[in-house]
């Protein structure tokens, strides 16, 4: 794989490495922040990026299944996470041809719909369960320019083991 932005040839990805940032991610959304508009949601920004990087190793199934554990840290509806996250392991599979040859602040842009959509989703359902409209509606958005914010911050930490150094051997082929 070639990073378009540096013109580097990417060594091949470790999945222990993809499974081990997943699972500090995890972590990261386990601490007890609260449910505040600046704290991200780390998981789904993790799992949209080996989605658009890495989508053989972590697909759609595993979208759901973080989804689930999300839902049950959260005592929330089951299912509710799992089915966005999910969507949005879908649509970065989708659009991964398209988000890899753009530059990283264009990247976070095309991102921008995906995170709305994982943000207001649970609101939007508890709004057509319950008839009541939250306030947190909009700190949704807010939560969502973060994990947008925060995309190039990621890119750079989780492709950075990839990455070939700069002072290659040239009598080396690759």
Same mark, same amino acid.
Request: proline share 5%; aromatic share 14%; charged share 10%.
């Given at each position: 794989m070639?990073?378009?932005?540096?013109g580097?040839?990417?060594?091949p990805?470790n999945?222990v490495f993809?499974? %081990?940032s997943? %699972?500090?991610?995890?972590?990261?959304?386990l601490?007890p922040f609260?449910n505040h508009?600046?704290?991200?949601d780390w998981?789904?920004?993790?799992?949209?990026?080996w989605n658009? *990087?890495?989508?053989?190793?972590?697909?759609?199934?595993?979208? %759901?299944?973080f989804?689930l554990m999300?839902d049950? *840290?959260?005592?929330?509806?089951?299912g509710? *996470?799992?089915?966005?996250?999910?969507?949005?392991a879908?649509?970065?599979i989708a659009?991964?041809?398209?988000i890899?040859?753009l530059?990283?602040v264009?990247q976070?842009l095309h991102?921008?719909?995906?995170f709305?959509?994982?943000?207001a989703?649970p609101?939007?359902? *508890?709004?057509?369960l319950?008839?009541?409209?939250?306030?947190w509606g909009l700190?949704?958005?807010?939560q969502?320019i973060?994990?947008?914010?925060?995309?190039?911050?990621?890119?750079t930490?989780l492709?950075?083991?990839q990455?070939r150094?700069?002072d290659?051997?040239h009598n080396?082929?690759?």
């Open positions: 070639i990073d378009f932005q540096s580097y040839i990417l060594r990805v999945p993809i499974f %081990f997943l %699972f500090c991610a995890l972590l990261l959304n601490i609260g508009a600046w704290v991200p998981l789904i920004l993790c799992i949209v990026f658009i *990087h890495q989508h053989r190793y972590v697909g759609v199934v595993w979208a %759901f299944i989804g999300m049950v *840290h959260n005592s929330d509806l089951l509710l *996470h799992a089915f966005s996250y999910s969507l949005v879908f649509l970065a659009w991964h041809r398209r890899v040859s530059q990283i264009t976070a991102l921008l719909p995906i709305i959509l994982v943000s989703f609101v939007l359902v *508890h709004w057509l319950t008839g009541e409209l939250y306030w700190s949704a958005i807010v969502a973060i994990e947008a914010a925060l995309w190039p911050i990621a890119t930490l492709l950075a083991p990455r150094p700069v290659v051997d080396r082929p690759l």
